[in-house]
């Protein structure tokens, strides 16, 4: 079925090996989960910070500015390590590091023209962002200017080493790195009363440090398990000669990526567009404290990916049925952050300031949205590990021109609760839809 990437193994795994799984996976799991945790207390902190040293206006500028060239990024972002995941388990599981390194030096490759393409068109769109988004001549300036961290994110590849290594101890580490900085970097701004810029660069290099350590980590790691260089043998055909499925999981992955984006940092962009740079920064501290459920989600569904692709592989039994305890516990933990923040959400806002006191019901509505993107996780995973990776696809554009449809009408008249409200059912629909192909697949 799946050719000489999945090789021809036969036997099935019983319960001893689907417990060694799911353990696997709550380790690993717990692991990257407590990496994101610190990570998120960094970011919300150092986001609280700059609302509270800056004006709504300003704070709002800095996210938009940010977001630009999150979504330049992410529209040339390939993810390759999914790809690495997805095809460099079986290399590396059936020791062939002679295709494993082919393997890497494609994506390596992949990433590093995809990021040259992004700094250039970050530069070169900079004025059209400006005029949309009610930006002067100084911060389209900036735009320019800050699209050059892009260079830094060309790390996908060591991203995906890391994975096929179980290493996931390292991107825990990782993940700390970038919100760290910049915490203490906006920490020493806040404390000196500094402008904008002061606010604009640390939160630029920051995001750049916490990258290029991904990058010397994940080449540290290879380094690690192979003798031979990663270069050595190369050839650029093996590029072009990629065999046809590597480039169909290449571009069912770009295209889910760019659907991902949408509500991730498009809609920050909306925001401002519609409703005013303040609106924006409102909208991006709601989503900011959110990320306590959205973060999660992605966590989960990267961690679950490799071992479920070990699972499938190995036609284990608890393939279909780990993914689902999985979403059930996680939308009940995700409905009682839910029902916190309906007590607690307005007092913490009013520690930022009592101008983002107003973002309050759009927190409460974006957390509802985020879990059932968290139930939803190990259920997207097990889908990529079947792979039906262009069935998810086929569903996200679904929710995804749900989302864009409701936020366009309701925003409008409802101000920020639109978003919230497109966000739940979008969210909603994606995960039912989900679970009803995963049925009709086993």
Known sequence: ?????????????????????????????????????????????????????????????VILLHTYIMVVRGALNFRTFETIVRFGIPLSEAGDDRGLRSLLRS????????????????????????????????????AAMYSLIILATANSTPNGILRIYDRFDALSVQFTIGPALRFMMVSIAWVLDAPMPVFIVAWGSAFAAGHIYMTVRGLKELKAHMNTSL??????????????????????????TNIDLLPKHVSTLLAGALLGPAAAGLFRLAREFSSVLTQPAVLLREVFFPDLTRSFHARDEGFHTVPWKTAFIAGAAGLVFVILALFIGRPILGIVGEEYVAAAPLLSLMLLAATFELAGASLRAAVYAMGKAASILRIHVIGITTYVAMFFVLTPITGLIGPGLAGITSSLLVLILTGLLIKRNV
């Open 107 to 142: 994506t390596m490759m992949i990433d590093i023209v995809a990021a040259l393409l992004a700094v250039i068109l970050g530069i070169a769109a900079a004025p059209l962002a400006g005029h949309f988004l009610q930006w002067d001549s100084d911060m389209v300036a900036w």
């Open 1 to 61: 079925m799946f050719g000489p990437y999945f090789g021809a193994s036969t036997g099935r795994v019983h319960s001893d090996d689907r417990e060694s799984m799911l353990k696997r996976v709550l380790k690993n799991f717990a692991v990257v989960l407590r990496g994101r945790g610190i990570a998120a207390v960094f970011s919300v902190t150092s986001t609280g910070l700059m609302a509270n040293a800056l004006s709504a206006t300003e704070f709002g500028l």
């Open 231 to 256: 270069w050595s043998g190369f050839q650029w055909q093996e590029i072009r000669d990629r065999q046809q499925a590597f480039w169909k999981f290449i571009g069912v992955v770009y295209w889910q």
